[in-house]
Nanobody
């Protein structure tokens, strides 16, 4: 079992920045690739970014590439998402997830553990 707790959401104006963090407990952190997903009202949950267990491989959705950066600190069992140049369409609930394996994956079905979500609102 992996427990995940997100923090760092909030409201920001367009072109602003936010940093989301997620702290994990309950399982060796490096065993899990970590991902960030988001869900806006009326939309399906979508992939944002992922990172492998060692922090060497990252993947990004096309919509956020170049603006968002995922990173992890294995000593602290945390994964972060630095978001810059935010747009109103980035508004969503953001979820941290731990994968079944240490790979960096984009398919939410490959993640077995999810945080409670944190709201990010970008105003125009």
């Amino acid at each position: 079992q992996v427990q995940l707790v997100e923090s760092g959401g909030g409201e920001v104006e367009a072109e602003g920045s936010l940093r989301l963090s997620c702290t994990a407990s309950g399982s060796p952190f490096t065993d899990h690739g970590m991902g960030w997903f988001r869900q806006a009202p009326g939309n399906e949950r979508e992939f944002v970014a992922s990172i492998d267990g060692r922090g060497r491989i990252t993947n990004y959705a096309v919509s956020v590439k170049g603006r968002f950066t995922i990173s992890r600190d294995n000593a602290k069992s945390t994964v972060s998402l630095q978001m810059a140049s935010l747009k109103p369409e980035d508004t969503a609930v953001y979820y941290c997830a731990a994968g079944w394996t240490s790979s960096a994956q984009g398919d939410p079905r490959l993640y077995g553990y999810w945080g409670q979500g944190t709201q990010v609102t970008v105003s125009s």
